[in-house]
């Protein structure tokens, strides 16, 4: 955790504009002036101009930043929390985009739930660190249960203390020691010096020298809906920096790792394989985009089914989110409900970098593959051939899904007629920042599988890019 990509200063008491919608501070920041009314421990650190306007508070101030997170986990989430000094300091509403995140991937459908999924939600947080804040986060918002690790003695401790402090979480959260898994040498001190040859052998070097992360420690038996992991980004707390604009603590043990991010992610990557069947869905938070690229080929190099990324911007910091699962997306085998026509088309109106043309292509190009349909993108003119396999495109006749020829006329031909059918995605730039997609079938078979199929692109490509445009 640390500094990422700096964006265009935001004011700091204002909500970030790119909140995930169900955030708690997405249609209000936070009040300073009002929480420093009713809770005086905090008044100190909160200043309002002299001729009025917006409170503030000095984000360069620890104990500012952590009465600050002390107060909304209480005000607003009825959490008791604290941590010493210098250990790092979760802010509340960024943590909160991860969580909803993670929420969002669990109701997509994407991933059937895994065979042992109980009712309740449960989440395994690699590094829960002093703060626990994941945990606290998940329990409180959403009744979700945890795992959450770590490796060192003081996160270990304030962590069972942060649950300790909330008996109504209690129950749902387990705090445990990765040092303690069988396999496990004591965790190393954080090397000062970086990793001189960034190449992967000795990223695989270094990797090997990081504790246990999920291997020896999650044990046998168990299963879980999800991993999520803030991890160290950084090779040293030299690379780490200082930014003087925000004091969030952060000790060398949380911030930095041999190898930094990518080393610990790999390891997180490496140890997957092992579960591939006891984990919904693994994901990391990333810090550096070039990472994030790098990670997700890793991901499916070991042959994970689905890969999804996002960006959560936070303030003037962005980060990425990385989530893979080894579990065969559902098939779209889809009851044709909707009327079957031959053209569909929807417009995406939104920020004009967000919506460029060609990430949108891009989206549409992992929503159809990641539903296990073959796609052929040409993105000199932005459209997609995407053909539904021979075995899909017969079970949902078979099925009585869809019939063949749904359009034209509404006889039934023989099932083994029916091969490869497929459509054209195509997007156009009507204007800067707004975009038309069509989809147009082919062959003119199956036309209720491609309706419903365009429709549901039609909410993925809407929930991604218009909610970002916000
Ligand atoms: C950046 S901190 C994240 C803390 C907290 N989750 C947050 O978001 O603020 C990374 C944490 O990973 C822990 N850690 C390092 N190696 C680990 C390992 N092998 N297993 C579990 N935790 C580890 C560190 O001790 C530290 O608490």
Same mark, same amino acid.
């Given at each position: 955790?640390?500094?990422?990509?700096?964006?265009?200063?935001?004011?700091?008491?204002?909500?970030?504009?790119?909140?995930?919608?169900?955030?708690?501070?997405?249609?209000?920041?936070?009040?300073?002036?009002?929480?420093?009314?009713?809770?005086?421990?905090?008044?100190?650190?909160?200043?309002?101009?002299?001729?009025?306007?917006?409170?503030?508070?000095?984000?360069?101030?620890?104990?500012?930043?952590?009465?600050?997170?002390?107060?909304?986990?209480?005000?607003?989430?009825?959490?008791?929390?604290?941590?010493?000094?210098?250990?790092?300091?979760?802010?509340?509403?960024?943590?909160?985009?991860?969580?909803?995140?993670?929420?969002?991937?669990?109701?997509?459908?994407?991933?059937?739930?895994?065979?042992?999924?109980?009712?309740?939600?449960?989440?395994?947080?690699?590094?829960?660190?002093?703060?626990?804040?994941?945990?606290?986060?998940?329990?409180?918002?959403?009744?979700?249960?945890?795992?959450?690790?770590?490796?060192?003695?003081?996160?270990?401790?304030?962590?069972?203390?942060?649950?300790?402090?909330?008996?109504?979480?209690?129950? $749902?959260?387990?705090?445990?020691?990765?040092?303690?898994?069988?396999?496990?040498?004591?965790?190393?001190?954080?090397?000062?010096?970086?990793?001189?040859?960034?190449?992967?052998?000795?990223?695989?070097?270094?990797?090997?020298?990081?504790?246990?992360? $999920?291997?020896?420690?999650?044990?046998?038996?168990?299963?879980?809906?999800?991993?999520?992991?803030?991890?160290?980004?950084?090779?040293?707390?030299?690379?780490?920096?200082?930014?003087?604009?925000?004091?969030?603590?952060?000790?060398?043990?949380?911030?930095?790792?041999?190898?930094?991010?990518?080393?610990?992610?790999?390891?997180?990557?490496?140890?997957?394989?092992?579960?591939?069947?006891?984990?919904?869905?693994?994901?990391?938070?990333?810090?550096?985009?070039?990472?994030?690229?790098?990670?997700?080929?890793?991901?499916?190099?070991?042959?994970?089914?689905?890969?999804?990324?996002?960006?959560?911007?936070?303030?003037?910091?962005?980060?990425?989110? $990385?989530?893979?699962?080894?579990?065969?997306?559902?098939?779209?085998?889809?009851?044709?409900?909707?009327?079957?026509?031959?053209?569909?088309?929807?417009?995406?109106?939104?920020?004009?970098?967000?919506?460029?043309?060609?990430?949108?292509?891009?989206?549409?190009?992992?929503?159809?593959?990641?539903?296990?349909?073959?796609?052929?993108?040409?993105?000199?003119?932005?459209?997609?051939?995407?053909?539904?396999?021979?075995?899909?495109?017969?079970?949902?006749?078979?099925?009585?899904?869809?019939?063949?020829?749904?359009?034209?006329?509404?006889?039934?031909?023989?099932?083994?007629?029916?091969?490869?059918?497929?459509?054209?995605?195509?997007?156009?730039?009507?204007?800067?920042?707004?975009?038309?997609?069509?989809?147009?079938?082919?062959?003119?078979?199956?036309?209720?599988?491609?309706?419903?199929?365009?429709?549901?692109?039609?909410?993925? $490509?809407?929930?991604?890019?218009?909610?970002?445009?916000?």
């Amino acid at each position: 955790m640390g500094r990422g990509k700096k964006r265009r200063r935001e004011n700091d008491s204002e909500a970030p504009r790119t909140m995930h919608p169900r955030n708690r501070y997405a249609a209000a920041p936070p009040d300073f002036a009002a929480l420093a009314a009713l809770y005086p421990s905090f008044a100190p650190f909160v200043s309002v101009p002299a001729g009025g306007g917006r409170a503030s508070v000095d984000f360069t101030d620890f104990d500012a930043t952590r009465e600050l997170t002390r107060v909304l986990l209480l005000h607003d989430h009825g959490i008791s929390w604290w941590i010493p000094d210098g250990q790092l300091c979760p802010t509340v509403p960024n943590r909160s985009n991860y969580i909803h995140w993670i929420e969002d991937l669990l109701s997509s459908n994407l991933i059937p739930p895994i065979s042992s999924s109980s009712e309740r939600v449960r989440g395994f947080d690699i590094g829960t660190g002093a703060n626990c804040i994941y945990p606290l986060l998940g329990a409180s918002l959403l009744g979700w249960n945890f795992v959450g690790s770590d490796v060192t003695d003081v996160a270990l401790e304030w962590a069972k203390k942060n649950v300790e402090s909330n008996p109504h979480l209690a129950g $749902l959260i387990e705090i445990r020691n990765a040092n303690e898994a069988p396999c496990c040498s004591k965790s190393e001190t954080v090397d000062e010096e970086p990793i001189r040859e960034n190449t992967s052998e000795a990223v695989d070097n270094v990797v090997r020298s990081i504790p246990p992360i $999920l291997v020896g420690v999650v044990k046998d038996n168990e299963s879980f809906d999800f991993c999520m992991c803030n991890p160290p980004f950084f090779e040293s707390m030299g690379e780490a920096g200082l930014n003087p604009k925000t004091s969030c603590g952060g000790t060398a043990q949380e911030m930095a790792c041999p190898g930094g991010e990518q080393a610990f992610i790999t390891h997180i990557i490496e140890d997957s394989v092992s579960f591939k069947n006891s984990f919904r869905w693994f994901t990391s938070m990333v810090g550096r985009k070039t990472n994030l690229k790098l990670l997700a080929s890793k991901v499916r190099e070991v042959g994970a089914s689905v890969v999804k990324t996002t960006e959560f911007v936070q303030g003037q910091t962005a980060r990425w989110g $990385l989530a893979w699962s080894f579990i065969a997306p559902r098939k779209m085998v889809i009851r044709a409900s909707i009327p079957g026509k031959v053209h569909h088309s929807f417009m995406l109106q939104g920020h004009r970098h967000i919506c460029g043309a060609f990430k949108v292509l891009k989206s549409a190009e992992t929503f159809f593959c990641a539903s296990n349909l073959s796609c052929k993108t040409d993105s000199v003119s932005f459209s997609i051939d995407v053909t539904i396999p021979d075995e899909q495109t017969q079970a949902a006749v078979l099925h009585g899904d869809d019939f063949p020829g749904a359009v034209e006329d509404n006889s039934t031909k023989p099932h083994s007629a029916i091969t490869g059918t497929s459509f054209r995605i195509s997007v156009f730039e009507q204007i800067p920042g707004t975009l038309l997609i069509r989809g147009s079938l082919l062959n003119k078979a199956l036309s209720g599988t491609f309706s419903s199929l365009f429709s549901q692109l039609e909410d993925t $490509l809407k929930e991604e890019f218009c909610r970002k445009a916000r």
